[in-house]
T-cell receptor
Framework: NAGVTQTPKFRILKIGQSMTLQCTQD?????MYWYRQDPGMGLKLIYY???????DKGEVPNGYNVSRSTTEDFPLRLELAAPSQTSVYFC???????????FGSGTRLTVV | DAKTTQPTSMDCAEGRAANLPCNHS???????VYWYRQIHSQGPQYIIH???NNETNEMASLIITEDRKSSTLILPHATLRDTAVYYC?????????FGAGTRLTVKP
């Protein structure tokens, strides 16, 4: 199993550009999550999904959109990138219930 | 609102037990206690979780007080590779919220 795979690992965007951060998992997990982590801070939940076709907002959803058309994939879309979105983005998945999350290795995004 | 309180930082000597405390005085009856760690800039790594009883796995032990208002994560023989930020989280509905955690530094 590859686990949770995030692409790209690094990206520099100009203000106003858009991009999609990809996340895929091969563990057949129902639950998937997007977090962002600013320097020196803990993780903040952006969006999550409890299954294909179902998504919900977390703590900091503004400026982002998600979709969940398959169990495996949970892309995060940034529209009109702003410097405040400079961060490291982590995707995670969980089979459900009260089990722990499996995290990807992150995407480091810089908006200039 | 922060559900847990952890010390900002701790040191531990290599080979000794590392005991990381966490206060969660407002925990509700169906909330679990989870521990994760994050080594440098990697993705967080799940360590252990529990509801009421003490738990042990190959990585660590989790001791939860009888009133469930606090817990301790124990790394029995800390190594330099255990240097990381450790997060204590209480959750019951699959949307875990991470605080600032405890930065554990294991020293030779």
């Amino acid at each position: 199993n590859a686990g949770v795979t995030q692409t790209p690992k690094f990206r520099i965007l100009k203000i106003g550009q858009s991009m999609t951060l990809q996340c895929t998992q091969d563990m057949n997990h129902n639950y998937m999550y997007w977090y962002r982590q600013d320097p020196g801070m803990g993780l903040k939940l952006i969006y999550y999904s409890v299954g294909a076709g179902i998504t919900d907002k977390g703590e900091v959803p503004n400026g982002y959109n998600v979709s969940r058309s398959t169990t495996e994939d949970f892309p995060l879309r940034l529209e009109l990138a702003a410097p405040s979105q400079t961060s490291v983005y982590f995707c995670a998945s969980q089979i459900g219930g009260f089990y722990g999350y499996t995290f990807g290795s992150g995407t480091r995004l810089t908006v200039v | 609102d922060a559900k847990t309180t952890q010390p900002t930082s701790m040191d531990c000597a290599e080979g000794r037990a590392a005991n990381l405390p966490c206060n969660h005085s407002t925990i509700s009856g169906n909330e679990y206690v989870y521990w994760y760690r994050q080594i440098h800039s990697q993705g967080p790594q799940y360590i252990i979780h529990g509801l009421k009883n003490n738990e042990t796995n190959e990585m660590a032990s989790l001791i939860i007080t009888e009133d469930r208002k606090s817990s301790t994560l124990i790394l029995p023989h800390a190594t330099l590779r255990d240097t990381a930020v450790y997060y204590c989280i209480v959750d019951n509905n699959n949307d875990m919220r991470f605080g600032a955690g405890t930065r554990l530094t294991v020293k030779p």
